[in-house]
């Protein structure tokens, strides 16, 4: 079963959203949402707080940059291809890796786990 796909809203349609949500007559962010056929009202809650820092942040796409924040990204990484990295970027990665296995060994020993 396929999503459907995310739909891109005009920064005019944004911020006719946002206006409408300030005058309160149309209701709060669920009801709002609803009548513009927005999929979750987190959606416009978003356009208020990007309006309230700047209104012009309304005209950017900013679709997966929620999850980042600080330049860290949250979830699952990505997997790395080592055959598509260089040989020093191997190198690198693979030192990563067993830095991080040398730390659950240790911590492993210092817990009495074998």
Do not use: C
Request: net charge positive; proline share 3%.
């Amino acid at each position: 079963m396929a999503g459907k796909p995310n739909n891109k809203y005009s920064y005019e349609f944004k911020k006719e959203a946002v206006e409408k949500y300030f005058t309160g007559q149309y209701g709060g962010y669920d009801i709002l949402s609803a009548r513009l056929g927005l999929r979750s009202s987190k959606q416009l809650r978003d356009w208020v707080k990007l309006y309230h820092q700047d209104p012009d942040l309304l005209k950017q796409d900013n679709r997966g940059k929620a999850s980042k924040k600080d330049g860290v990204r949250k979830g699952r990484p990505k997997k790395v291809i080592l055959d598509e990295l260089s040989k020093d970027e191997q190198i690198e990665h693979l030192k990563m890796e067993n830095a991080i296995l040398k730390k659950v060994k240790t911590l492993r020993k210092d817990y009495g786990e074998h």
